[in-house]
């Protein structure tokens, strides 16, 4: 038998949304602790992750990915991180439902040049699953509007979106994981025989395919923390090719040497 005074029975939103929520607050703080998600700026761009996973990337955005027309590794790189920005923007909005309503006329607007595809629009790249993803992108954002509504535990958005970026985007742009894979690439790119690279001379390899768009390593660094999606194509579909994968987690089973070790 419920106690009067349990959080659950005196929110008037769906119970069961009550129970998930009150079972992510019990370790949100420990849990954001260990992640190294300390301070309202981090909370907020953790949150921001947390959205577009939710909105955008764990979506028909992978059915699209993996078709002929859809976009490639290195569009989808641009996009997610161009869409974390806009989404940290919408969060940080005093009237927060009209900003997601607006994240998600964003998202699907057909006519909206996607980052990282020389132009390409939603039309174009999500062909054949259009539908899909528009009641996908509509559901989803009927349900966060409907979970910042409980009142349950403080900050319910906060909870279940931070929960969703450290379970699926422990190391994206907005992440403290994401310094650590930057700081990798670095040691990446002043090492070629790094056993990172996976042996081989894929580390040869990269070096001597790198664009020559690409900036030097100190403007590279700063755009990569700061705003990905501003790189050039060739240099967002290089890095994907081969230095994402090399430099993401698992942490720990190499000699990186770097401060996230």
Excluded at 1 to 19: E, Q, W, Y
Excluded at 47 to 62: C, D, F, K, Q, T
Excluded at 208 to 228: C, F, G, N, R, V
């Amino acid at each position: 038998m419920r106690s009067i005074a349990d959080p659950a029975s005196l929110c008037k939103r769906d119970p069961r949304n009550c129970h998930i929520l009150i079972g992510l607050q019990q370790r949100h703080g420990e849990r954001c602790k260990e992640a190294g998600i300390v301070g309202s700026d981090a909370l907020v761009n953790a949150m921001a992750v947390g959205l577009v996973i939710e909105l955008w990337r764990n979506s028909p955005v992978e059915d699209m990915h993996s078709s002929r027309r859809g976009p490639d590794d290195a569009a989808i790189f641009a996009e997610s991180t161009a869409l974390q920005d806009r989404a940290v923007r919408a969060l940080r909005d005093e009237n927060r439902a009209t900003a997601l309503i607006d994240f998600e006329r964003h998202l699907l607007d057909r006519t909206r040049s996607w980052a990282g595809t020389g132009g390409k629009t939603l039309k174009e790249l999500g062909y054949g699953h259009l539908g899909t993803y528009t009641r996908h992108v509509k559901d989803h954002t009927n349900s966060l509007l409907s979970i910042d509504k409980h009142t349950c535990v403080d900050s319910p958005l906060q909870v279940y979106l931070v929960n969703r970026a450290r379970a699926f985007g422990q190391d994206h742009k907005g992440m403290p994981g994401w310094s650590v894979v930057v700081e990798r690439i670095g040691v990446l790119l002043a090492d070629p025989a790094h056993r990172a690279w996976g042996g081989g001379d894929r580390g040869k390899r990269a070096l001597a395919e790198m664009p020559p768009a690409t900036p030097p390593i100190d403007k590279l660094t700063k755009a990569l923390l700061s705003a990905p999606f501003t790189l050039p194509r060739e240099v967002l579909a290089w890095l994907s090719n081969h230095l994402l994968f090399c430099a993401a987690p698992p942490y720990g089973t190499s000699d990186w040497g770097t401060r996230g070790e």
